[in-house]
């Protein structure tokens, strides 16, 4: 097991609905990454935190918002669901170093959105 | 445009064989790291190997190794001694210099482990 963990597991919403997933990361890591996995995809890049800042952000609307906070943890906000954000969302802990890179990123086991 | 290809359909394969997963990507940075991830039933994605684009030798962790081609731009997973608990979805994934350490990840390619 990686050590990183998130909640829920699993989630049901209606459209327009506003949800919030959360994610703690591997003892040690400072920088969270969150993707998007469809069904029958590879996950999808939505941002990536670090320093409690966003340090990314792939191709997803603002209603895809986030937070890290100061143990490193974070959370992924989605407002109006539409039915597309149906998904399992994983999170990705790993150690940003100087250089500017990070190193590995290790999962969580995700959380599966449904939205109605 | 696609940065990483995985085109294979599902593979079946024998218990104690190797398999070879193909995995293909584009990319004109000269600094990038390939990855290879395992994705069970359960959804958790299970970091396998790495590699990265100045490595001079081919990665390899216990069963996993890596078949890096760098002209060709290829970077094959081939599992040894295949176990039935290595059914699963396996991800290739590259990151970028300049892409914020974001993954690209491929479709996957589908492995079913028969005894």
């Known amino acids: 097991e990686t050590g990183v963990t998130q909640s829920p597991t699993h989630l049901i919403k209606t459209r327009g609905q506003q949800v919030t997933l959360r994610c703690s990361s591997q003892s040690g890591h400072n920088t969270v990454s969150w993707y998007q996995q469809a069904l029958g995809q590879g996950p999808q890049f939505i941002f990536q935190y670090y320093r409690e800042e966003e340090n990314g952000r792939g191709n997803f609307p603002p209603r895809f918002s986030g937070l890290q906070f100061p143990n490193y943890s974070s959370e992924l906000n989605v407002n109006a669901l539409e039915l597309d954000d149906s998904a399992l969302y994983l999170c990705?802990?790993?150690?940003?170093?100087?250089?500017?890179?990070?190193?590995?990123?290790?999962f969580g086991p995700g959380t599966r959105l449904t939205v109605l | 445009a696609q940065k990483i290809t995985q085109t294979q359909p599902g593979m079946f394969v024998q218990e104690k064989e190797a398999v070879t997963l193909d995995c293909t990507y584009d990319t004109s940075d000269p600094s990038y790291g390939l990855f290879w991830y395992k994705q069970p039933s359960s959804g958790e994605m299970i970091f396998l190997i790495y590699?990265?684009?100045?490595?001079?030798q081919n990665a390899t962790e216990g069963r996993y190794s890596l078949n890096f081609q760098k002209a060709r731009k290829s970077a094959n997973l081939v599992i040894s001694a295949s176990q039935l608990g290595d059914s699963a979805m396996y991800f290739c994934a590259m990151r970028e210099a300049y892409g914020n350490n974001r993954l690209a990840f491929g479709k996957g390619n589908q492995v079913v482990v028969i005894p």
């Open positions: 990705a802990s790993s150690l940003y170093r100087t250089s500017g890179f990070t190193d590995t990123q290790y």
């Open positions: 590699q990265g684009s100045y490595d001079q």
